[in-house]
């Protein structure tokens, strides 16, 4: 079997003419934009727009990147437009707060909403056979997906496979998280939505990454990488090995191999670019509700126990009730202006931690995890 090949290229700011001599690069080592998207009508770019977030926060897709990608993409494809689906605020003020709606009027584009869907089914789902996906990607001809490396507090990262989730109109979203409650199912989803949207081509923005505490409240860090492939799979798996983190405890990825829905294995993936050694990460942190997963196979009473559940910050909560609105479940109160959680209910999905814009919810681990969490560094075992 051929090897799935991976774009890695070295970038080391978000100056706009090295990110657009790093994406052409990228672009150019799988062949050029001609023979990612042949023959393409209209051409939807997908960035990662979580929330109305400044691009220095390193929750959004570059702006730079955005635009660097619309200029290769703008070089075949007839139509090109810019959506997203974020998990707080609307496309259009995401956009502008992260600099991608002017990053889009620069490069002469268009930014859509992705209010509306239509059903797309998937016959060979594993999990989920329909999905209500955007109109705008249901209708253009190729989708070129355009993600942020990031740890995630459920999934334990976020990167081009795990974007295309924001595909799914705003609220519809977290119907998911009420179906696929556990992460090995969450994750089998999210391969089932990879097979029913198919980007042509995935590019990853990890100039500035995010660890610890992602989506929304992890350290930016600097990776100095563009990376790009038509496998979201590859990509990933190989950002993650770069970060010292084996991409099989992601479950999306562990799914993935197990069910060849894309190249995980080393010898499944042709990197071509710079060399991997000159972008290794020694330190990269996994976000509180994903460390040492190794110890889940012990069994149910250890998972409950090393699970990061959601802690309020009195502190720092101003009652906005934004986590409220976004709990799958309906779980979140609000008393004298502040959040309450009800933790018998709670099923640790971290929606409300991935969108509080105060940053007022810590996951926390409980005293056994934490006993755990200290033996197991103490022994440098990650
Ligand atoms: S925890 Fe965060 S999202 Fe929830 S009410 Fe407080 S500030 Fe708002
Ligand atoms: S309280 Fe937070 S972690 Fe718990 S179910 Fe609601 S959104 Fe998910």
Do not use: W
Request: aromatic share 4%.
């Amino acid at each position: 079997m051929a090897r799935v090949r991976v774009a890695l290229v070295k970038c080391d700011s978000y100056d706009p003419e090295v990110v657009r001599t790093a994406v052409e690069r990228a672009f150019s080592l799988l062949g050029g934009a001609e023979s990612l998207l042949p023959g393409r009508g209209t051409c939807l770019v997908k960035p990662n727009l979580l929330s109305p977030s400044r691009p220095e926060l390193a929750i959004t897709t570059n702006p730079e990147v955005v635009k660097a990608v619309v200029t290769e993409v703008k070089k075949v494809a007839e139509g090109v437009v810019v959506g997203d689906s974020p998990g707080r605020g609307d496309t259009l003020g995401a956009a502008e707060a992260s600099g991608v709606a002017q990053a889009c009027r620069e490069a002469g584009v268009s930014v859509v909403s992705f209010d509306e869907g239509l059903d797309v089914r998937v016959p060979e789902g594993r999990v989920c056979k329909d999905f209500y996906v955007a109109v705008p990607v249901v209708q253009a001809e190729a989708l070129v997906n355009v993600a942020k490396m990031k740890t995630h507090g459920f999934m334990g990262y976020t990167g081009a496979v795990k974007n295309l989730y924001g595909c799914i109109p705003g609220t519809r979203k977290a119907k998911f998280h009420l179906r696929y409650q556990g992460k090995e199912e969450f994750g089998l989803m999210l391969l089932d939505l990879l097979a029913a949207v198919r980007p042509a081509v995935s590019v990853l923005d990890a100039v500035v990454a995010m660890d610890g505490d992602g989506p929304s409240h992890g350290r930016p860090r600097p990776f100095g990488a563009i990376m790009a492939s038509t496998d979201p799979v590859a990509v990933d798996s190989v950002a993650l090995r770069l970060a010292g983190v084996d991409p099989t405890v992601v479950p999306y990825l562990k799914a993935a191999a197990e069910h060849g829905a894309g190249a995980v294995a080393e010898e499944d993936i042709e990197v071509v670019g710079d060399p991997p050694e000159s972008f290794t990460i020694k330190d990269f942190r996994m976000p509180s509700g994903n460390r040492h997963r190794s110890l889940l196979r012990f069994g149910g009473i250890m998972k409950k126990s090393i699970t990061a559940r959601p802690v309020i910050n009195l502190m720092k909560c101003t009652g906005c009730a934004v986590c409220q609105r976004s709990c799958p479940p309906q779980v979140i109160s609000m008393s004298r202006k502040k959040a309450v959680i009800d933790h018998k209910r709670c099923i640790r999905c971290y929606c409300c931690h991935e969108m509080c814009p105060s940053g007022a919810i810590d996951l926390r681990m409980g005293l056994v995890a934490r006993a755990l969490d200290r033996f197991i560094d103490s022994l440098a075992i990650k």
